[in-house]
């Protein structure tokens, strides 16, 4: 383990912007500090795993973290990065997405612990919803200036017109001295002198910073900022998001399979940067891996290690042991028997994609000649000659075993008591279900 936090996140990339002070700050002894969680949705996706495991190392470096779950400022939007108005969501919609984060975080922070530096979970609506907007704008308004606001990058890139902006709403433009004094409300209350986030967030966390000093006029008030860097994939598109979406932390919105299969198919560049960042393996150990994989990168001994890691910190080693198998068995030797252990929704994972037709069960109980199977029944083949003659080419196989002309699909072929994988070859593949 590194020395210092810092020096632990720095070698794995995960600093960005950091404030003067923070690292002599965190030198001295415990530190609280902070990371807010937008509720836009009723769980976290994989872009909120970095903010997740830099709470984590606080915490394993002694510090104590609070997760901010932003009951108050979801109900108005963050403007950072985004280049129009966001759409308000309503109070039943965002309590119910609250409650979905907040389930979320207790998977990573025990926030029951008895510790001294014990994560806290804390909802900013808990202290803003009794605030009117006279107080607010006479005891947080009057400390920071219109000129102060207006030079940050969040809202001149909205005021500038660039890519398409229509300029900023005051709503979206009061968001950055809300979240200042969340900073200014946890620093009162528990003592948090250091915010952290994504480097989008900069302009944000330094404004809570000045709000700290402000509002603690005649105190020697000193509050800090650490921001990690934006991750990115090499080929240029966009982190987190497969072809079916983002890539979600619960498993009944994106199954332990596809998420595994997610690391897992990572490129050789990006599996290199982000072993570092997504994992708790330390320096020598991942120093080793890149060695490794660099002389035998057909191995793709960092992707398989990267997708073991993640997979377990997010949901747990069985899970990660089933998507594991699951991945694996198309190339098993014993596939007929591994297939058959696999639950629905992971072979339906497996498989997604594939050509599917039905055919009724109750014909299975007769036999389902394999001409019908591939042309007449299911239109696999465009025609009975195009079957037959892939059947006598030796090219066709029943759940990977091959099959001739007179072979009848039975109930014994079925996996699950309700499909059959068919393979022309090599490269095709076809799923009949029995309905």
Not at 55 to 82: C, E, Q, W
Request: glycine share 8%; aromatic share 10%; hydrophobic share 35%.
């Amino acid at each position: 383990m590194s020395k210092t936090l810092v020096d632990e996140l720095r070698w794995r990339g995960m600093v960005h912007d950091i404030m003067p002070g923070t690292e002599e700050q965190l030198s001295k002894g415990m530190t609280t500090a902070y990371i807010g969680f937008d509720p836009t949705s009723d769980s976290l996706h994989i872009g909120s795993l970095v903010p997740i495991i830099l709470l984590v190392h606080l915490k394993r470096f002694g510090h104590k973290p609070i997760a901010l779950v932003g009951g108050a400022t979801g109900m108005i939007g963050d403007p950072s990065g985004k280049s129009d108005e966001r759409n308000l969501l309503d109070e039943e919609t965002l309590n119910h997405n609250v409650q979905g984060i907040k389930n979320v975080l207790s998977r990573f922070l025990d926030f029951d612990s008895k510790e001294d530096n014990a994560p806290l979970l804390v909802n900013n609506y808990d202290w803003m919803k009794n605030f009117s907007f006279i107080d607010f704008a006479r005891d947080v308004g009057k400390r920071i200036t219109v000129n102060y606001m207006m030079a940050k990058d969040s809202v001149k890139k909205r005021f500038s017109g660039e890519d398409g902006n229509v300029g900023m709403s005051f709503t979206e433009f009061t968001y950055q001295l809300i979240q200042g004094y969340d900073f200014y409300h946890l620093y009162k209350t528990y003592n948090c002198v250091l915010q952290m986030g994504g480097s989008d967030q900069w302009g944000n966390i330094t404004t809570g910073t000045e709000l700290v000093r402000r509002m603690n006029v005649g105190e020697e008030a000193k509050a800090y900022a650490m921001t990690c860097p934006l991750i990115t994939k090499a080929d240029g598109s966009k982190f987190g998001k497969s072809e079916g979406g983002n890539i979600w932390l619960d498993a009944d919105k994106t199954s332990v399979y596809k998420f595994y299969q997610f690391w897992l198919n990572t490129s050789d560049e990006d599996a290199e940067k982000y072993i570092k960042i997504f994992t708790f393996l330390d320096k020598d150990t991942i120093d080793d891996l890149i060695k490794a994989h660099k002389e035998t990168p057909h191995l793709r001994l960092l992707q398989k290690k990267l997708a073991q890691e993640v997979t377990t910190f997010v949901h747990s080693k069985a899970d990660f042991e089933v998507a594991e198998k699951a991945s694996n068995i198309l190339f098993s030797k014993t596939f007929k028997e591994d297939i058959k252990t696999l639950d629905e929704s992971t072979f339906l994972d497996v498989f997604e994609g594939v050509p599917q037709a039905e055919i009724p069960l109750s014909e299975f109980n007769d036999g389902v000649d394999m001409i019908g199977a591939l042309a007449a029944k299911t239109n696999f083949l465009a025609s009975n000659g195009e079957a037959r003659r892939a059947l006598k080419e030796n090219s066709i196989s029943v759940n990977k075993e091959k099959v001739g002309e007179s072979y009848k699909l039975t109930t014994e072929d079925l996996i699950n008591n309700r499909y059959v994988i068919i393979n022309r070859g090599k490269k095709k593949t076809y799923i009949i279900k029995a309905v």
